[in-house]
């Protein structure tokens, strides 16, 4: 049997760590065993795919030196690969789970739906879709399409028993069928679910090895079932252990750096995040911790892949970094490297007129413009309060900044002018007295340098938003409790009754 392995992202948000992490065992066991590796695009949310996400997907990978044999970009024997351009291959296959008698037509209405929630939570049971349309007659089924009533395709999931099977990294898993819902295989608008695509794109695309995170465990007696279903022969099934924050919770960019161009952009060696990504989930023999990727390729054994989640230790992967740059870089090669990251031509082309009419002489250079250069910024309360402004309030306009730069889909400068006035409105503050200062402060570190929005457009996104979420840190975080309040006073446009002040 050729091995053929795949990643199969969305290109929904920024390229995230843990993408790149899946990508990188994906690579790894296929390049050991002789096998493929495919790259797909699951871009069937229409809502939320960008083309310049799937852009920056490509980007990201190849920056940590994932390179892929076959994907949208380059073709190959069992294309289309995205998933977008497969809608009448779904649309087929949906069909025949209904001849099939297994699956049908659910024509629940979004009321419907949100009754059953309601009562399920009011009776303690789980939340879930209620069967109710699992049983139709045919003509009953006709009636309801000649009234033009919308419908979607579920699966029809035992009531009884459950699905065992054996992961290659966990051993023997069994899940009840009880607790698995009648999957949504094809929405009404006639595009696939995730469950639907990722399995027939996997048959179709003679995938051997599905290696993903432990995060879609759950979901994998609902493809064992579809597989079944169709009466195709499953993957073999391997669920890499979680990244985890320092809360011991999954990874999320809310509390966490995760975009890969966040490293990219302060200062770390790819070659040493893929060495750390690659100590995450597999333990070298000896202990061995520093190795290039063809080593671990060479000498890979998927038996030593953990099972337990593993902490994204920031500490440890400055570590690596920093022997990385020790073995591998020659001192007579590192300022060319430190020119290609950022003291470069380019950038400092772009640095020059925000600065031109700020420096008296060239020595005043770093101390304005530090903090391009900088990653662990040292905030202080005191630096990004400003005066007779709560810890608990600075930390409220920061979070519904960040949420308003995501709703706009911009994190330039523009972008954060806009959404600064949007928070000095919607927290009845004043915007060049208290916007202004906290902003200057959680971007720069300091209260006054370069122009604001200039500087933020020359950051980017992943510096900006890291640097907000650690200032948040710096001011003792937002308790759950307050950060509902915070997203309802959002919501309604305005948070001066829900957020205590002092100012």
């Known amino acids: 049997m050729s091995v053929r392995v795949r990643i199969a992202p969305s290109p929904t948000g920024d390229p995230h760590v843990g993408t790149a992490y899946i990508a990188l065992f994906n690579l790894i066991f296929a390049r050991h065993f002789k096998g493929k590796f495919i790259l797909r695009i699951e871009d069937t949310d229409q809502s939320r795919s960008r083309p310049e996400y799937e852009k920056s997907i490509f980007e990201a990978l190849r920056w940590c030196q994932i390179h892929w044999d076959e994907g949208p970009d380059i073709g190959g024997p069992y294309g289309p690969y995205r998933q977008s351009e497969r809608t009448e291959i779904y649309r087929k296959h949906a069909y025949e789970l209904l001849e099939r008698g297994r699956a049908y037509k659910c024509f629940a209405t979004a009321e419907e739906l949100m009754e059953m929630r309601e009562v399920a939570a009011k009776q303690g049971k789980r939340v879930g879709y209620d069967r109710r349309y699992r049983h139709l007659s045919p003509d009953e089924v006709r009636a309801r399409e000649r009234a033009g009533q919308p419908f979607v395709i579920r699966l029809k999931v035992p009531l009884t028993g459950e699905c065992v099977f054996e992961d290659q990294i966990k051993g023997r898993i069994a899940s009840p069928w009880a607790d698995i819902d009648d999957q949504v295989l094809l929405k009404s608008d006639g595009f696939p679910t995730y469950h639907l695509a990722n399995v027939v794109d996997d048959f179709l695309m003679k995938i051997t090895h599905v290696i993903r995170g432990d995060e879609w465990m759950s979901s994998t007696p609902k493809h064992i079932l579809l597989y079944e279903s169709f009466g195709w022969t499953p993957p073999v099934f391997m669920h ?64 030593r892949i953990g099972i337990s989640g593993a902490f994204f230790d920031i500490q440890k992967l400055n570590w690596v970094n920093q022997k990385k740059i020790i073995d591998s870089i020659p001192e007579d090669k590192l300022w060319k490297r430190l020119v290609d990251w950022k003291f470069n031509e380019t950038f400092m082309c772009k640095l020059m007129p925000l600065i031109h009419t700020r420096i008296k002489t060239f020595s005043e250079f770093m101390q304005l413009c530090d903090f391009f250069f900088i990653s662990d910024m040292k905030f202080t309360p005191e630096l990004l309060c400003p005066k007779q402004t709560s810890p608990e309030l600075v930390s409220c306009i920061l979070q519904a900044i960040i949420w308003n730069l995501d709703e706009l889909e911009d994190w330039s400068g523009k972008g954060l002018e806009q959404a600064s006035h949007n928070a000095s409105e919607r927290f009845g503050v004043h915007h060049k007295k208290v916007i202004i200062p906290i902003l200057f402060s959680a971007v720069m570190g300091k209260s006054m340098g370069p122009p604001l929005f200039d500087s933020v457009t020359l950051l980017g996104k992943d510096t900006t938003r890291v640097r907000f979420m650690n200032a948040i840190e710096t001011l003792g975080g937002i308790s759950n409790k307050r950060m509902d309040l915070l997203k309802k006073g959002w919501e309604k446009k305005d948070c001066r009754e829900l957020i205590p002040t002092t100012h």
């Open 240 to 303: 890499m252990p979680l990244l985890l924050g320092k809360e011991g919770k999954k990874l999320s960019k809310r509390k966490n750096p995760t975009s890969i161009f966040y490293f990219r952009d302060s200062g770390y060696l790819p070659e040493a995040l893929v060495n750390f990504l690659t100590l995450m989930g597999y333990s070298m023999p000896a202990e061995k911790e520093i190795y290039t990727l063809d080593e671990l390729i060479r000498e890979f054994d998927p038996k």
